[in-house]
């Protein structure tokens, strides 16, 4: 048998992978046996071009090369294992034996197929990926200029409109200037005309005294009246206090937040199968493990009976609601430190700190969002058909505002200053929150700028992403003999992990930011748990219904 044949591979039709190829498309470069001609013509394309594989074989360069060991011989062979092209006494020498042998024609053949299947490739299939990508960033480019130039046309409209309240500022100023310079004009007039009278009188009274005396009428002197004694008695002075102007010192902070705040530039890189988030909002803290056992730090009493929502000032103190019309700041160690009255009497529902250290706190019965500025209360918010229901702050200096609506719907609202920015609502399956007027629903941020919200009417945590898609749902940890996961306050740590409150299994839940659960705090002797919040070191505070005690715990 001639060696050339032994263990030679047969080419298969590129279509079926069993049948011996015959012919071969031109147009597209595959490789096809008999039966699958007609098929492979059926296909869309009207530039096919059908021939003979042989055809394609005899076209090939058969200048065939020398072989490098026996240099008179041509290389008409094939060695697939030591992957060179050999001549047939290299075969009979027996270095290539037991390899497999194939024909130097055939190898090149399936060589230029293989480079025709990577050229089809290139040129129908990866090629227009990249021009759509291509075209997609020059539209994403011009939108790029659109949109940076909306952003500098808003803030040099805002700086505008500052300048024009400066302005008004400045004429209202200089016009009380002028009054109060009018007003003293005219006290000063009034007492310089006085003064010269009295002056008047007193000339012409020395003018009559030097007449009666230069006189030889003696009648004249009886007749006289002196008014000396009128004039000894100096007028009052008139005292004026002078007005003085104080200018208050320029807090940039507070102008920057007043002015409005740039969101942060998020960039997603995105791979198939995964999302790697970037932001200049979000750092990499050190990773911090949870401890194995939960430890009672301290114990805080307060004067409150009830205690429902409790967020950080910072680190020393902490902001409380209840029951009560009263908002008030204690210290860790318990001490009373402030209290604020809600402006109409009625209980909050809710209470945050925003980054500038300022209290903002939600008001039902007003449908309004409060804010409290050197002692002073502020409308920030006020709905219509809306009732506020509870609050958080954010990375980027927004109020992110969940509320239910009179016709039996709860959506969560994103806030600069006074003005909507985002309405989160709906996803795929429907609304996203539970209708129920009086259930609160706790809302917070996580650090990858998640928004969590602790919905107890649905039972469940919900969690979307910065764009209002719909993340995950976790509705507790499966335990069969527990009542019902009743969730209440919510908060997030420099890890990214969710805590949240289920009062009535008097526990907390921790989850990761993907809502996989990681364990449970249980063992803290917790009293109807139901306000959370953690401080910049992530020590957990737990505020509890009815006895108006906040428990400080340790548990990173």
């Known amino acids: 048998m001639d060696p050339r044949y032994c263990a030679q591979d047969i080419l298969l039709c590129d279509l079926c992978q069993t049948n011996a190829l015959q012919s071969h498309c031109e147009f597209c470069g595959d490789n096809l046996c008999v039966l699958c001609v007609g098929k492979h013509l059926s296909l869309p394309f009207s530039k096919h071009s059908v021939v003979p594989y042989s055809y394609i074989a005899s076209s090939l360069d058969l200048d065939y090369e020398n072989c490098l060991i026996h240099t008179q011989k041509h290389c008409e062979l094939y060695c697939e294992k030591c992957d ?4 047939s006494t290299c075969i009979s020498s027996g270095k290539h034996k037991e390899h497999d042998i194939s024909d130097e024609v055939q190898n090149r053949s399936s060589k230029s197929n293989g480079l025709e299947k990577e050229l089809k490739e290139l040129k129908y299939k990866i090629n227009p990926v990249y021009e759509d990508i291509e075209s997609d960033l020059k539209s994403e480019k011009i939108n790029l200029e659109k949109h940076y130039e909306k952003l500098t046309t808003a803030v040099t409209k805002r ?3 500052w300048h024009r309240e400066i302005d008004i500022i400045v004429k209202n100023n200089k016009s009380e200037i002028h009054e109060m310079k009018t007003k003293h004009l005219a006290v000063l007039n009034k007492e310089e005309n006085d003064i010269q009278q009295i002056t008047s009188d007193i000339k012409q009274s020395i ?30 002075k008139v005292k004026v206090s002078l007005p003085s102007f104080s200018p208050h010192q320029i807090n940039k902070e507070k102008l920057n937040q007043m002015f409005g705040t740039l969101s942060a530039l998020s960039i997603i890189t995105e791979e198939r199968g995964y999302t790697m988030r970037t932001s200049e909002a979000v750092s990499c803290p050190p990773v911090k493990p949870v401890v194995d056992k939960p430890e009672l730090i301290a114990t805080i009493n307060t004067e409150d009976n009830d205690l429902m929502n409790i967020t950080m000032l910072n680190d020393e103190e902490i902001w409380t609601s209840g029951t009560e019309k009263i908002i008030k700041l204690y210290n860790l160690q318990g001490k009373l ?29 007003t449908r309004t969002v409060n804010m409290v500025k050197n002692k002073q209360i502020q409308e920030v918010i006020r ?18 505002v969940i509320m239910v609506s009179d016709d039996e719907q709860s959506k969560v609202v994103r806030y600069s200053g006074s003005s909507e920015k985002q309405t989160i609502q709906f996803y795929s399956k429907g609304a996203l929150y539970s209708y129920n007027y009086d259930d609160l629903k706790y809302i917070c941020e996580n650090r990858n700028l998640d928004i969590c919200v602790a919905d107890s009417g649905a039972h469940a945590i919900i969690v979307v992403n910065q764009a209002g898609e719909f993340r995950f749902r976790y509705t507790g940890h499966p335990t069969s003999t527990w009542i019902t996961f009743n969730p209440a306050g919510i908060t997030t740590d420099s890890q990214g ?16 930011q993907d809502g996989q659960f990681l364990r449970f705090i249980d063992n803290c002797d ?24 906040m428990k400080k715990i340790k548990y990173m």
């Open 207 to 236: 003018l009559d005294l030097k007449t009666i005396m230069d006189s030889s009428d003696v009648s004249l002197t009886p007749a006289y009246k002196s008014r000396n004694a009128k004039f000894r008695h100096l007028p009052p």
């Open 497 to 512: 992990q969710i805590l949240t409150v289920d009062c009535y299994n008097k526990c907390i839940h921790i989850l990761d």
């Open 337 to 365: 430190l402030k209290s604020i009255h809600t402006k109409s009497g009625s209980i909050p529902s809710d209470i945050a700190v925003t980054r500038s250290g300022d209290l903002v706190y939600t008001d039902p019965r």
């Open 159 to 161: 700086g505008e409109e």
């Open 383 to 400: 709905l219509q058909g809306w009732k506020p229901n509870n609050v958080c702050n954010t990375s980027s200096g927004d109020l992110l």
């Open 526 to 549: 917790l009293k109807l748990p139901h306000g959370l919040c953690v401080d910049t070191r992530d020590n957990l505070f737990v505020a509890e219904l009815e006895v108006g005690k």
């Open 84 to 87: 060179t092209p050999i001549c």
